[in-house]
């Protein structure tokens, strides 16, 4: 079983900076995939981006690719997503999710193990 806690979310005005944390317990090992998915309201949860928990690659979607960063502390268990240069549009709450599989999916489906979502606010 796996428990992850997000943390870090907040207010910030656009072109501003936020880091968000996931704190994982439980059974992760090198080969777990770990994801950051967003959902805004009304709208689906959709994906932000995942690396194997390892971390040799990371994949993000097109509307974040080079503002967001993701990395990883594992003798901390803690993945983190580095969000800079936020929009309006990036508001949303932002979850973590974890799957023991090698190939980083970027489907909701792909993953079973989620966390309780923490909110980002982008002010203009």
């Known amino acids: 079983q796996v428990q992850l806690v997000e943390s870090g979310g907040g207010l910030v005005q656009a072109g501003g900076s936020l880091r968000l944390s996931c704190a994982a317990s439980?059974?992760?090992?090198?080969?777990?995939?770990m994801a950051w998915f967003r959902q805004a309201p009304g709208k689906e949860r959709e994906f932000v981006a995942a690396s194997s928990w390892s971390g040799s690659s990371t994949y993000y979607a097109d509307s974040v690719k080079g503002r967001f960063t993701g990395s990883r502390d594992i003798a901390k268990n803690t993945v983190y997503l580095q969000m800079n240069m936020l929009k309006p549009e990036d508001t949303a709450v932002y979850y973590c999710?974890?799957?023991?599989?090698?190939?980083?999916?970027?489907?909701?489906?792909?993953?079973?193990?989620w966390g309780q979502g923490t909110q980002v606010t982008v002010s203009s």
């Open positions: 439980g059974r992760i090992f090198s080969w777990y995939t």
């Open positions: 999710a974890a799957e023991p599989s090698r190939f980083p999916g970027r489907l909701k489906n792909d993953y079973n193990y």
